[in-house]
């Protein structure tokens, strides 16, 4: 692929997924369906598919067990300047453990907890966006192989 359609259609990929993120917004205000970290995720899932970093499981369990702990932070221990330190840690930890390491993710529990989400955080728009992301980029994915 040439040095310009590759760099065009992976900007195409991460601004349709995040489009429909942002459109769902309209058709369902009280939810969340955008995040910071997405982001920098649709640079890797758009633009290094093929990067250990980028697949599917790493960018939806990397999300969902950083937000997770983000969550518990809120929820069990508080909010504090050690404690935002101790989840980014434990999420960096947890994802390397788990071999799930996406890097956007590790952004989840420092939004999290200064923003103070609760659980519900975790289905939208941690999960749901995960696997927007993921699904466009699957397809993104077919459309290189089968026309470019």
């Given at each position: ?133 993921v699904l466009v ?12």
């Amino acid at each position: 692929m040439n040095k310009f359609v590759f760099p065009m259609v992976s900007g195409l990929g991460a601004a349709i997924a995040i489009g429909i993120l942002a459109g769902a917004q309209s058709f369902q205000p009280e939810w969340l369906f955008l995040m910071a970290p997405f982001g920098a995720t649709t640079v890797l899932v758009f633009g290094v598919p093929d990067s250990p970093l980028a697949q599917p499981k790493n960018v939806i369990a990397g999300h969902v067990l950083t937000a997770f702990i983000g969550v518990c932070f809120v929820e069990f221990i508080g909010v504090t300047q050690l404690s935002l330190a101790a989840a980014t840690g434990l999420g960096v930890t947890a994802m390397l453990m788990t071999k799930t390491t996406h890097p956007p993710a590790g952004a989840n529990p420092i939004l999290i907890m200064l923003a103070g989400q609760s659980w519900g955080f975790l289905f939208t728009p941690v999960l749901l966006g995960a696997v927007i992301i993921v699904l466009v980029g699957k397809a993104m994915q077919k459309v290189r192989i089968r026309y470019i």
